[in-house]
Antibody, heavy 115, light 111 residues
Framework: QVQLQESGPGLVKPSETLSLTCAVS?????????WGWIRQPPGKGLEWIGS???????YYNPSLKSRVTISVDTSKNQFSLKLSSVTAADTAVYYC????????WGQGTLVTVSS | QSVLTQPPSVSAAPGQKVTISCSGS????????VSWYQQLPGTAPKLLIY???KRPSGIPDRFSGSKSGTSATLGITGLQTGDEADYYC????????????FGGGTKLTVL
């Protein structure tokens, strides 16, 4: 069974960089599929952040592209998200999932942007 | 403002049928597969339908999906109180601003 688990700080200061990691078990990232990040502000809908292939090729949400970096570490079977220059508007539950059809999801992690 | 348009809410009685619409354009729904996700309160979304009308293993056949042109529809029959959740459609947008897109979500209330 494929399982994903997000980890990272739950509190980030404004203007700093949000960093999250998604550990994958039950499936080798090197075997294929895209792997993605999705976020959900409190009380709002889902927003796709970006996706990465095991080779490292990426697609990013155009509205976030200038601030987002997604990377993959196949040796650790995990992929990561960095979002720079965060503001309160980036406060959300961040999910990692197997893409393109998001068939497996992590439980999500709440990241609050506040000083 | 979401790229895909869903009704904010729908409601129906237990045992009844409900449909949830998802409207897009030729750059997204019109030329790409649609997926549907169920999000129960306080939990991560769960894949219900993929490739317009396919159900993952374990999803009951009470849930169905269809697509016509630039719109897609999720159908749920034999409604149960446990179906109360938010439902989201999603697809890929192949425009210059290519990327994954979701609908704004529809809250299903089982009266």
């Amino acid at each position: 069974q494929v399982q994903l688990q997000e980890s990272g700080p739950g509190l980030v200061k404004p203007s700093e960089t949000l960093s999250l990691t998604c550990a994958v078990s039950g499936y080798s990232i090197s075997s294929g599929y895209y792997w993605g990040w999705i976020r959900q502000p409190p009380g709002k809908g889902l927003e796709w952040i970006g996706s990465i292939y095991h080779s490292g090729s990426t697609y990013y949400n155009p509205s976030l592209k200038s601030r987002v970096t997604i990377s993959v570490d196949t040796s650790k079977n995990q992929f990561s998200l960095k979002l720079s220059s965060v503001t309160a508007a980036d406060t959300a539950v961040y999910y990692c999932a197997r893409a393109v059809v998001f068939d497996y999801w992590g439980q999500g992690t709440l990241v609050t942007v506040s000083s | 403002q979401s790229v895909l348009t869903q009704p904010p809410s729908v409601s129906a009685a237990p045992g009844q049928k409900v449909t949830i619409s998802c409207s897009g354009s030729s750059s997204n729904i019109g030329n790409n597969y649609v997926s549907w996700y169920q999000q129960l309160p306080g939990t991560a979304p769960k894949l219900l339908i993929y490739d317009n009308n396919k159900r993952p293993s374990g999803i009951p056949d009470r849930f169905s999906g269809s697509k016509s042109g630039t719109s897609a529809t999720l159908g749920i029959t034999g409604l149960q109180t446990g179906d109360e959740a938010d439902y989201y459609c999603g697809t890929w947008d192949s425009s210059l601003s290519a990327g994954g897109v979701f609908g704004g979500g529809t809250k299903l209330t089982v009266l």
